[in-house]
């Protein structure tokens, strides 16, 4: 069984950065593609980025790229996303995930771990 544990969501205005963490525990992280997903109040969780456990390669959701970058430490089975330059409708809770597959899926249905999710609100 593989737990995941987001952290680091919170309140910040516009223009301003966050860093999320998600910790994960019970088999080797090395060998999960991880990726985070958002939910807005009232909307369907949608992909943000992944990265793929061979070889590193990530997938950015159109709205999100050159702001957020998401990056993984093997050693200390942590996953990681950067946002920068937040934006209202950057407000959601945030989810990481993870799969055995080796390409980043972008749909929920193509992972097998949740974690609990971490709210990230930004104000305007």
């Known amino acids: 069984q593989v737990q995941l544990v987001e952290s680091g969501g919170g309140l910040v205005q516009a223009g301003g950065s966050l860093r999320l963490s998600c910790a994960v525990s019970?088999?080797?992280?090395?060998?999960?593609?991880m990726a985070w997903f958002r939910q807005a109040q009232g909307k369907e969780r949608e992909f943000v980025v992944g990265?793929?456990?061979?070889?590193?390669?990530?997938d950015y959701a159109d709205s999100v790229k050159g702001r957020f970058t998401i990056s993984r430490d093997n050693a200390k089975n942590t996953l990681f996303l950067q946002m920068n330059n937040l934006k209202p409708e950057d407000t959601a809770v945030y989810y990481c995930?993870?799969?055995?597959?080796?390409?980043?899926?972008?749909?929920?249905?193509?992972?097998?771990?949740w974690g609990q999710g971490t709210q990230v609100t930004v104000s305007s």
């Open positions: 019970g088999r080797t992280f090395s060998r999960y593609t």
């Open positions: 990265i793929s456990w061979r070889g590193g390669r990530t």
């Open positions: 995930a993870a799969t055995s597959m080796e390409e980043v899926p972008s749909t929920t249905k193509g992972y097998d771990y």
